[in-house]
C-alpha cells in the first residue's frame, strides 16, 4: 500500500536542538492541512536532544517509530505513525541529513510531496494547506517557496520564496528582503528573479526528486538549494512562489551565524567561502575568473581589516591547501 497522491512528508532535520526542534514540530502539529507524516531525521547529536525530542512526543500523544539511518533499506511501505525518527550515523550536513528523510519518502511514497522545514522556524497553521493547494494548480512547478519572515520582527520579510543568484559573483541576495508583507513584490516578479528555493522551506514533488535525484552531499553546509533548483531548471521543472505560506524563521541558530548579528562562526566562513567555488566548478564553470576576482577581493578586505586567521583559511581554500573544519560531533 502506497501514500495517497496529496500525502505530505514533512522533513526536519535535528542537530544538538531540542528546543528549537520542539516548537518547530508544535506548530506542525497545529496545521490545518492533516495528510502528512513527519520525518524528523537526527544528525548523530551528541547533547541528548533527540532523546528529549522523543519524550516530549511521547508526552504529547504523538505515535512515533524510530529506525537506526542503516534500516532504512529495509522500508518498503508506508509506517503507521505520526512520526517517524531516522537516527543518523553521523552529522552529514544540510543535505546529507535531509536526504536520509527523502530517502524514506520515496521508498514509502509513489506519489505525494515532501516539504523540507528548517527546525529553527514556526510554521503558520495554513501554511502547508497553500503549498498543497499550489502544487495541484500548477503541475509544471516541481518545487515551491514560501513567505519567509523574521522570527522576531514578524512584520519583516527575510526573502520570498528565495533568492536571486548572481552567478558572476556567485554571491545572492533574498528575495523582497526587508520589506512589510503590505508592500511585498508579485508572485509573477518574485518569480521572474528566482534561483533557488531557500532551505528554511522546501516543497517539492516527489516525481520531481525521482528526475533530479537527491540533494549533493558535497557542500556540508549551503550552496545545496541552489545547486538542486539548478538540475530541476536545467531538466525544464519550474521554480514557484507561494506567498501566503508563512514560516517564522530564526535563522542561524545551528551553525554559529546571523543576518541580524552579521557574524559568522568559523565553520559558516568556511563553507561560504569554499563553496562558492564548488558550485563554480560544478554548475557554472564559465563564471570561475570573476568568482576568483571577488575571492581575491574577499582577502584584500580580511588583511585590511586584521582578520588575519580569516585571510589565511581564504588564501588555502584558493590554493587548494585548506582543510575542512571537522563536522561538529
Not at 552529514?92 to 522556524?121: C, E, K, M
Not at 502547508?128 to 516541481?142: D, E, I, M
Amino acid at each position: 500500500m502506497k501514500t495517497r497522491p496529496d500525502f505530505v512528508y514533512i522533513v526536519v532535520l535535528n542537530w544538538n536542538n531540542a528546543a528549537d526542534t520542539i516548537q518547530c514540530l508544535e506548530s506542525v502539529f497545529n496545521s490545518t492541512y492533516d495528510r502528512y507524516q513527519v520525518v524528523l531525521c537526527d544528525n548523530a547529536s551528541t547533547d541528548g536532544s533527540l532523546e528529549v525530542i522523543t519524550a516530549w512526543l511521547t508526552r504529547r500523544g504523538i505515535t512515533l517509530k524510530s529506525f537506526s539511518e542503516n534500516e532504512l533499506s529495509g522500508i518498503a511501505q508506508p509506517v503507521s505513525s505520526q512520526v517517524v525518527v531516522i537516527r543518523n550515523q553521523k552529522n552529514y550536513g544540510y543535505a546529507g541529513g535531509n536526504n536520509r528523510g527523502l530517502r524514506y519518502a520515496q521508498a514509502t511514497g509513489s506519489a505525494g510531496f515532501a516539504w523540507i522545514i528548517n527546525n529553527d522556524v514556526e510554521v503558520d497553521s495554513t501554511a502547508l494547506t497553500s503549498l498543497v493547494a499550489a502544487a495541484k494548480s500548477r503541475p509544471a512547478v516541481g518545487l515551491f517557496g514560501s513567505t519567509i519572515l523574521d522570527y522576531v520582527q514578524r512584520d519583516e520579510i527575510q526573502t520570498q520564496g528565495g533568492d536571486q543568484y548572481y552567478h558572476w559573483l556567485a554571491m545572492s541576495s533574498h528575495i523582497g528582503a526587508g520589506r512589510h508583507p503590505d508592500s511585498s513584490l508579485s508572485q509573477e516578479e518574485v518569480e521572474k528573479r528566482l534561483s533557488y528555493i531557500v532551505g528554511a522551506s522546501v516543497f517539492v514533488r516527489l516525481s520531481t526528486i525521482k528526475k533530479i535525484g537527491l540533494m549533493f552531499e558535497g557542500y556540508f553546509l549551503y550552496f545545496e538549494e541552489l545547486d538542486w533548483a539548478t538540475q530541476a531548471l536545467r531538466r525544464g521543472i519550474g521554480l514557484g512562489y507561494v506567498a501566503d505560506s508563512l514560516i517564522y524563521h530564526k535563522e542561524g541558530g545551528t551553525i554559529g551565524s546571523s543576518a541580524r548579528s552579521r557574524q559568522k562562526s568559523w565553520s559558516a566562513d568556511y563553507y561560504g567561502v569554499k563553496n562558492r567555488l564548488q558550485a563554480t566548478r560544478r554548475l557554472f564553470p564559465w563564471a570561475l575568473p570573476t568568482v576568483w576576482l571577488g575571492l581575491l577581493i574577499t582577502l584584500i578586505k580580511r588583511l585590511a581589516s586584521g582578520q588575519w586567521d580569516r585571510a589565511v583559511m581564504v588564501l588555502q581554500i584558493m590554493t587548494g591547501t585548506d582543510r575542512p573544519p571537522p563536522p561538529p560531533s
